[in-house]
C-alpha cells in the first residue's frame, strides 16, 4: 500500500518533471542551433533565406519629392 502511494504521488510526478524539463531543454537547443546554422551558411544559400520584416513600410520617407515646374 505505501509503495503504491509513494509510486502515485513521488515518483510519477518527478519523471514526468522530468520528462518536461527534457522536452523544454532540447526544444530551446534546437531553436539555437537553427538560428546559428543559418548564420553560418555561405553568403549566396544565406541570401535565399528570408528575413523577418523590419517593421511596416513607410512610402513617406521613400518617395523623392516631385520637382517643381519653373
Do not use: K
Not at 1 to 25: R, S
Amino acid at each position: 500500500m505505501i509503495l503504491q502511494a509513494m509510486l502515485a504521488f513521488v515518483v510519477l510526478p518527478a519523471l514526468g518533471l522530468a520528462l518536461v524539463l527534457g522536452l523544454v531543454y532540447s526544444a530551446a537547443r534546437l531553436w539555437r542551433s537553427v538560428r546559428r546554422g543559418v548564420a553560418s551558411l555561405p553568403r549566396w544559400v544565406r541570401s535565399l533565406t528570408v528575413e523577418p520584416s523590419r517593421g511596416a513600410f513607410n512610402d513617406s520617407r521613400d518617395v523623392w519629392s516631385m520637382p517643381t515646374e519653373d
